[in-house]
């Protein structure tokens, strides 16, 4: 099967691109990490001293920046006018703005056609907060990945700590539940579940058997589809 996309969307936190990266590494399948995308367009706008809440002022920017996706080893990297930024794009500071940008329609018309050439011309697992209900509503499959806020704070607080990056955990998880209520109250493509999406919690099973389960809803439809 050439073409087959799974959309995965979900709050911050939910593990989302680790479970979607190794899902696709897995079956064969392009992985999509949308949120990165939209970090990027974050940073730029931090480097730049602009407000990140000011669509006019992002908008602004936009034309400056050359944005690419490459894959090193099966991961995806990000360069943004030539440099990876695939770390910096994941610091702390950088998930807020790349909430409020994301915001802007602006900024989401700029970046739909790329992520939709990527779903035409692949087999992808893209994720994201809006992939299933905007950017791919007809995907051949849509999960909605969750977990309690608490749950999440835990494992940003481990992915952080790999990383060489100490923070606290209150802190963590205020920031989860500030994104939370920002994504999904945004006027442009907030977070939620899309009607035909299958619903799965990972608050109590690991990221293995999470692993697992995913797989399988995917070869499911996959083999519903062929």
Request: proline share 2%.
């Amino acid at each position: 099967m050439k073409n087959f996309d799974v959309a995965i969307d979900g709050p911050s936190g939910a593990g989302k691109s680790s479970l979607a990266r190794r899902c696709a590494a897995e079956l064969g399948f392009l992985y999509v990490d949308t949120g990165a995308i939209y970090r990027t367009v974050g940073l730029a706008a931090l480097r730049r001293g602009v407000d990140c809440k000011n669509e006019q002022a992002v908008a602004a920017i936009l034309p400056e920046l050359d944005i690419r996706m490459g894959y090193e080893n099966g991961e995806q990297r990000m360069v943004l006018n030539g440099e990876d930024v695939s770390r910096e794009i994941r610091m702390p500071e950088i998930s807020m703005c790349a909430s409020d940008v994301s915001a802007h329609a602006a900024v989401r018309d700029y970046l739909m056609e790329m992520q939709r050439k990527l779903a035409r011309e692949n087999r992808v697992i893209m994720d994201g907060r809006d992939i299933g209900t905007v950017v791919l509503p007809d995907a051949k499959l849509k999960i909605y990945l969750t977990a309690s806020a608490e749950a999440r704070a835990e494992r940003r607080m481990k992915e952080l700590f790999a990383k060489g990056v100490e923070t606290d955990f209150n802190e963590v998880l205020q920031d989860i539940i500030r994104r939370d209520e920002q994504d999904m109250n945004r006027e442009v493509a907030p977070l939620r579940q899309a009607e035909d999406a299958v619903l799965v919690d990972t608050t109590h099973i690991d990221f293995d058997q999470s692993f697992e389960l995913l797989c399988s809803i995917i070869r499911q439809r996959m083999e519903a589809e062929a």
